[in-house]
Structures are given as C-alpha cells and as structure tokens.
C-alpha cells in the first residue's frame, strides 16, 4: 500500500492544500494530512479547530486519513509506515526550503522520497499567511478556504 503524508501547519487550510491533495491522490493509496506541531511555532488556530478544519473537509474522501504528529516528520512516517511525502511549491523561496527538508528527511527517514507538486497558477499566490493577514485586516476569507467550512 503507497501511504503518502501531506504534513503542514494547516493554520488554516486553504483551498491550495485542498488542490495538492486533489492532485496527489491518483498517485498513491492513501493520503495523511498531518498537523505538524513545533513547540516552538505560535500558530494562529489552536490545533483542535485546525484538525476540525481537516475533518470537516476530507469527510468524504475515504482514502484522505487525518492525524497530527510532534517532533520529526520522518519518525512519524515511520511510525505509521508511510514511505512518501507530499508538499507543494509555489515559488522559488518554497523550492529552496523544501530541497533541504527534503534532503533531511530522505536521510533521516531511510529513503523517504518527497512529492512535489507545483501550485497550479490559480492558487499559486495562496497561503494561510495570507488568510490570516485577510482575517485580521477585517476581511472575508471565504474566496481562500474551502467551501466546506467557515471561518469567523
Ligand atoms: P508549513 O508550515 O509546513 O509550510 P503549510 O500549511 O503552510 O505548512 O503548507 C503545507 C504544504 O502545502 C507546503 O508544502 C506548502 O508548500 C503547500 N501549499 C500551501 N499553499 C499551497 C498552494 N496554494 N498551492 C500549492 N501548495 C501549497
């Protein structure tokens, strides 16, 4: 069985994680959305509103699990039998941080090999950095996040 994970802050989803998920899916059997948590990250949501977030979301796609996981990637993988990983690249600044993630985790995780699927151009400007500036500019998020829930 090809166990993918999609780690991130998912802080909070939006519709461009929805699309990488959409997209890796023919690729592999199942596919875990994983709240990475970082002790020494403050994010935005508290993990349980994300993880509600997530639920919510992939309820209906069987083959989109959701966990979270503290402390390496890799180990996490591990754990659950996962041999591959799925991020997404926008830009070059993502390009340059993920082969070095990607590198660690190959060495790290025993020859875990990362996906990457570039962001197609309509949600190649999205992240949830900017649907928080949106949210605490007073905004309306919705065009951002998936349709499926609501956020204030
Ligand atoms: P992290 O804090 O680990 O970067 P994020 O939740 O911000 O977590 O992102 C998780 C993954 O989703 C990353 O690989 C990121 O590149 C990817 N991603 C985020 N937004 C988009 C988007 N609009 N299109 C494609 N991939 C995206």
Redesign the pocket.
């Not at 991020?87 to 926008?90: C, E, F, P, V």
């Given at each position: 069985m090809k166990i993918a994970v999609f780690?991130?802050?998912?802080?909070p989803i939006?519709v461009?994680?929805v699309?990488?998920v959409r997209r890796a899916l023919p690729l592999f059997d199942q596919i875990i959305v994983a709240v990475?948590i970082n002790s020494t990250k403050k994010y935005f949501f508290t993990l349980e509103q994300r993880l509600e977030w997530l639920h919510t979301v992939f309820a209906n796609e069987e083959r989109v699990m959701v966990d979270h996981f503290q402390n390496l990637t890799a180990h996490y993988c591990r754990r659950i039998g996962a041999r591959y990983l799925v991020?997404?690249?926008?830009n070059a600044s993502?390009f340059d941080y993920?082969k070095t993630i990607s590198q660690l985790n190959h060495i790290v995780g025993d020859g875990i090999e990362t996906v990457f699927l570039i962001?197609q151009p309509e949600?190649?400007h999205?992240?949830?950095t900017i649907v928080r500036e949106i949210i605490l500019g007073g905004a309306d998020p919705s065009p951002f996040i998936p349709h499926q829930i609501k956020i204030i």
């Open positions: 780690p991130g802050s998912f802080d939006t461009g994680h699309d990488l990475g991020r997404g690249l926008r993502d993920e962001a949600y190649s999205i992240s949830s």
